[in-house]
């Protein structure tokens, strides 16, 4: 009997598709594609970085060459002391050392506010590129090839850069060898406090060291913020820091206690300039918090408080507002201008229109826009021009700068010594370092009706800033009869020691109200 047969098992079929990726799997291969694409441009992103970084120090390398950088100075004395065939003296030699700084000096200014205008960015910042671009680029050498390779970003080089400049020049390779992996892999974060660790442990300073080194970035500074409000920041010694801290807070504390009770209504005002009300009525309304408190303790100290020295004291602060007419009667609640800021709530604004010490009222019509009161404080005819300029300037008039109007001076757009009139259009606010460079480098401007300054940059770029407001134009000045001085280079007049007298001052402003 034989045995039953056993079919043989099917042969591997070749044909059979492998299994299907299930909807899990490309979610997460999608997810690993889509993040890789943004990982590409960040490494490109820092390539392009370190490209930067090597175009600002050939900048910085070519601006500083001799003849370069008398060339952006434009009216530079080491030319002409080089053109001389007599040997220098030795006053005329160091004449000649210093006016070649300057011409450096003028040539760093020139590229700054050049890149600055071109980019759009504060010139500080600009600055700042220069400064990390030179560190970066010629003593963090290996920071600098993982940047341009893309393997750490721009902020991890610049995290290198602020520890490795705190060290001494033989410590600075080994502690950027032994820093940088750790760039490669960890967040910006991390490798900060790693970093400021490391560097301890290298280099370690003294306390006091230390802190003669970080008292001299002391400052105070305003910053705008949203719904008519603003920061005032103070970054000072933290005994100082502290102890003003207490006190606010110790005066706030016992002003929360009491209700902060004034005098009646019809008394004088209280330590807010608030309208004096009883003690009753200011502890039923009071809803103030210990923030609120101190608040209110910092804004009357500083408006109002004096020094212990007495300096300070007569001396206010003092805030540009525009409101319309309507505003001001309560029947429109479109926004008041401040100065510096922007607009402000019609309240703050009807507020400041009852005599606040410390502002300038300028009322304007609601639908012309034309000023019709500038208040009652202003009662000399040259401080009412000025207001005016200020009032239509606001701010600093070269491109991109945003230094206050009341912090500048106030300039001839064409030079009073080249014939240019003391009148309102010929004249609007620059601050100090851009006054210096219209006169000491290549930068020229021309002045159009309405106050617009039209800019021309040494690369031969065109700027435009306009007036922050526009203003009916004042009356025109009486005849004046002008004595012109010699044509004197823009320079001399700026390297002129402070203490002496200008040898052909401007005339005065004209006497007719501008209104």
Known sequence: MSSPSVAPPPAPDDDVPSPQPTRHDRVLAELARKTELVAIEDRAIAQAQARKVERLVELQTWSE???????????????????????????????????????????????????????????????????????????????????????????????????????????????????????????????????????????????????????????????????????????????????????????????????DPTPPADGPQNAFGEPGVSAVEALEAEKRGLDQFRADVTAALLLDGITSTGLGTGVTGTVMVTVTADTLLGRSDEPAILEGYGPISPEAARRIAGDVPGFTRLLTHPETGVVLSLGTTQYKNTTAMKTWLRMRDETCRFPGCSRPAIRSDIDHTTDWADGGPTDHDNLAHLCEPHHRLKHLSQWTVTQEPGGILLWTSPGKRSYRTDPANQLAPPPPAPPVAEQRPRKQAADDRYLRPKHQPERHPSPPVPDDPPF
Request: aromatic share 10%; proline share 4%.
């Open 65 to 259: 060459k001799a003849g370069v950088a008398q060339e952006l100075h434009g009216t530079s004395p080491a030319t002409v002391l080089a053109d001389r065939d007599a040997p220098l003296t030795v006053a005329q030699a160091r004449a000649a050392a210093f006016a070649r700084w300057e011409d450096k000096e003028v040539a760093r200014r020139t590229i700054v506010s050049e890149l600055a205008c071109l980019t759009r960015v504060a010139e500080r910042t600009v600055d700042r590129w220069m400064d990390e671009a030179q560190f970066l680029y010629y003593y963090a050498p290996a920071t600098f090839d993982a940047l341009a390779a893309g393997e750490i970003s721009y902020r991890h080089a610049t995290t290198m850069v602020d520890q490795v400049r705190t060290l001494p020049d033989e410590d600075q390779a080994a502690f950027e060898e032994q820093l940088l992996p750790a760039a490669k892999t960890m967040p910006v974060g991390r490798f900060r406090e790693k970093a400021r660790r490391l560097r301890e442990k290298l280099h370690p300073e003294s306390l006091v060291t230390r802190a003669k080194t970080a008292v001299a970035g002391r400052r105070t500074y305003w910053e705008a913020d949203y719904d008519g409000m603003g920061w005032l920041h103070w970054y000072g010694t933290a005994e100082q820091t502290t102890a003003a801290f207490d006190r606010i807070t110790s005066m706030a504390t016992s002003l929360k206690k009491i209700g």
